[in-house]
């Protein structure tokens, strides 16, 4: 874990089975680059592990290759699943603008960079395990720091994060306009959940691209996914399939969205969610 005054934070994470080691440094309180490199570096090369998880996020998309190029390590992006045997590591990844997903087996006896998509891993452990937390060194040259954290700047508007929702209705074309949105929506809020949508409702700017969810979206896994009017494109699928319960409503009985889905139903999903409101 890198970071300033971390060790609180580092002890929430105890529970998790792996080892907690702290790189603490005061220019690591905000993340830059360079800073980071520098901090990493040194642990990879003081304990040589064969792999380095990094979440595939904008920062991790910054930070793992960097660290790979400083150290002309192997590196593999945008992952969605891996597994080790050996000094073998294979993944299955997306590339050429997600519109592919690939196997890629490496073999290295050095450490390999992983960038892993969030939420395409269930969590491990139950959070109530005892790891050992200890801090290993940080030397940092400061004159090798190309950029300075000068401050945060929210956007005023936020919008939900999918990937840590419970409960995620989505809807698709089936819904047929953008004004039977406040359907869903009513809907979504009656049993707790958030709004997601296929890609071609956030290609007509119907909601934004944070709610798409599949394999230019989100990858999502929530305890309930209801697919609403979803045909069940393979693209789509990629990325709500690992839902723990999957609801499909369409009216065509061979859509694909119901080779994945745990209940289906066979009905206009315009005229079924009023109903079911009504209960």
């Known amino acids: 874990m890198l970071g300033h005054r971390i060790d609180a934070l580092g002890r929430t994470l105890t529970g998790y089975g ?12 905000e993340y830059t680059g360079d800073g980071y490199v520098q901090a990493a570096r040194g642990v990879v090369q003081s304990l040589r592990p ?9 920062q991790g998309y910054d930070f793992a290759p960097a660290l790979a190029g ?43 960079v992983v960038t892993l998509r969030p939420g395409s891993v269930a969590p491990q452990g139950g959070g109530t395990g005892t790891a050992e937390v200890s801090t290993v060194p940080v030397t ?52 707790g959940g958030v709004v997601g949508a296929s890609r071609p409702l956030t290609d007509m700017d119907w909601l934004p691209k944070t709610r798409q969810v599949g394999q230019s979206g989100k990858t999502v896994r929530p305890k309930l996914y209801v697919a609403c009017g979803i045909s069940g494109a393979m693209q789509h699928v990629a990325g709500m399939k690992d839902a723990s319960l999957i609801v499909a409503i369409n009216t065509d009985p061979t859509a694909p969205i119901f080779e994945v889905a745990h209940i289906g139903f066979v009905a206009d999903v315009l005229k079924l969610l009023p109903a079911t409101l009504k209960e």
């Open 18 to 29: 792996a080892p907690i080691l702290l790189a603490d440094h005061a220019v690591l309180a």
């Open 50 to 58: 064969r792999f380095v998880l990094v979440a595939h996020t904008a």
């Open 70 to 112: 400083s150290m002309d390590l192997p590196l593999l992006t945008n992952c969605l699943s891996l597994g080790a045997q050996g000094d073998r590591l294979r993944v299955v990844r997306r590339i050429l603008n997600e519109k592919v997903q690939a196997e890629v087996e490496v073999q290295s006896e050095r450490t390999i």
């Open 140 to 191: 940092i040259d400061p004159a090798k720091l190309r950029v300075t954290f000068v401050r945060i700047e929210r956007p005023e508007v936020h919008d939900i994060d999918l990937s840590s929702a419970d409960i995620i209705v989505s809807a698709g074309r089936g819904i047929q306009k953008k004004e039977n949105l406040a359907l869903i929506e009513e809907f979504a809020k009656a049993i």
